[in-house]
C-alpha cells in the first residue's frame, strides 16, 4: 500500500471515478471488509441502472481500484494529506512565476520601450495560460 501512497491521489483516480458512477445512478457504496456492498440510495433506481453499475463494478479497470480506496481509509488519508501538501507546493512556485514573469515583462517593456507588440509572438497571448502580457491586456 506504501506505493499507492507515494503516487497520490492519482492512484485513486479509477476508484473515485466509480464512486461516482455509482453515486450518479442513485446508489451508494458500504465497504464490508474485502468486498463492498451496493445499496439502493435514497431515491429508487431501476433494475437497468443496477445492471450497469455492477457491469462496471465488475470491470476489472475499476473493481480493484475501487477495493483499494474501500479498504484502506489510512491510505487515501495519507494520500489526501501528501496531496495537499503537492498542491500547496505548486500554488507557491505558480505565484513565484508570475510573480516573476510580471517583473520580466516590465523590465523588458522598460528596456525596450518601442516594442509595444505582444511578447509572443504575432499569435499572441495564450488564452489559457492565466498570464496575459501587457499588449494583449490593452488590446
Not at 492519482?10 to 445512478?25: K, L, M, N, P, T
Not at 446508489?27 to 451496493?38: A, C, H, S
Not at 441502472?49 to 481509509?73: C, G, H, M, T
Request: charged share 30%.
Amino acid at each position: 500500500m506504501d506505493n499507492i501512497v507515494e503516487e497520490g491521489i492519482r492512484s485513486f483516480e479509477r476508484g473515485v471515478e466509480a464512486v461516482e458512477i455509482v453515486q450518479s445512478h442513485n446508489l451508494r457504496l458500504v465497504p464490508n471488509g474485502k468486498k463492498i456492498d451496493l445499496k439502493p440510495g435514497d431515491n429508487p433506481t431501476s433494475d437497468e441502472d443496477k445492471k450497469f453499475v455492477f457491469a462496471i463494478l465488475k470491470n476489472s479497470a475499476y473493481r480493484q481500484p475501487l477495493l483499494n480506496l474501500s479498504s484502506e481509509p489510512d491510505a487515501v488519508r495519507k494520500a489526501l494529506l501528501a496531496g495537499q501538501k503537492e498542491l500547496a507546493q505548486a500554488k507557491e512556485s505558480y505565484l513565484f512565476n508570475l510573480d516573476l514573469w510580471d517583473r520580466l515583462e516590465k523590465a523588458y517593456r522598460h528596456l525596450f520601450p518601442e516594442d509595444t507588440s505582444c511578447v509572443c509572438g504575432e499569435e499572441g497571448c495564450v488564452d489559457n495560460s492565466g498570464v496575459c502580457c501587457k499588449a494583449c491586456e490593452n488590446s
